[in-house]
């Protein structure tokens, strides 16, 4: 029964608050991440799309307005990666801010000598454990700025990464997924990409996956939907097992586009 109402209510929703054509065009003509959907796909992405703005609110900040264009270039790109997952995956939390360029962040740390800082710095992005997204609307627009760069997918991979907890790089896995797989892939991947940064080897992704085991998986995510025949290439374990999480073989879907 809950089921069926469940089902009942997104038929509802997807009836009654469609997206616009120009609004989802204007997504496809931007995005690289989209690259290679069928036509199947692409219906399936804006039916998800319509549903994730049902049950998010996306607000400007520092004065921004908020279009229905910009909502719907984030809510593409936000569930790009829950293309073949249940929207369920973004459960338990509901606002998305948008700051028109950097924002601060003030936090803690402390050094080799136990000496807490303060310290302020300019992010692009931040994901709160049941809490916000928060983005710059300058980076998500120039999604394509760099190797594999994506503000949007980078910040929900984070949420994905969080629905265990506190994002390490280890988000819930299916069940025909094997958790040892997982951990010695990543493991082994990450501690090499670190080892690669140290030697000032040049990489395949963007150096700060170099961070922790979290800012790997969203690096990598990242990249898996921007450049996914690069990382299929260069970090192919890692990228088998991003499409068994994902459900999703962009790099296939690249080579016949």
Known sequence: MLSNLKAW???????????SDDAWQSALSRLKCLRGLSLAELEHLREKVILFLHAKQISGA?????????HVLIAVQACILILNLDLDY?????????????????????????VVHLTREPISGESWLGGPVILSW???VVADAGVGYNVVI???????????????????????MSRQAWSEVFSKAYADF???IDENEATEVDSYAAENPAEFFAVM??????TPLSVKLYFPSVYEQLALFYRQDPAQRRSIS
């Open 138 to 140: 300058e980076d998500t």
């Open 90 to 114: 973004y459960d338990g939390w509901v606002e998305i801010i948008i700051y028109p360029g950097e924002f601060i962040r003030d936090y803690e740390y402390v050094d080799e000598d136990g």
């Open 221 to 226: 995510s990242e990249a898996f939907f921007e």
């Open 154 to 176: 980078h910040e929900f991979a984070h949420k994905l990464d969080m629905l265990n907890g506190d994002a390490n790089g280890f988000p819930p896995l299916h069940p025909d």
């Open 194 to 196: 670190c080892r690669s």
């Open 9 to 19: 209510h997104r038929r509802r929703i997807l009836k009654n608050e469609p997206v």
């Open 62 to 70: 520092h004065g921004l307005i908020v279009t229905e264009e910009m």
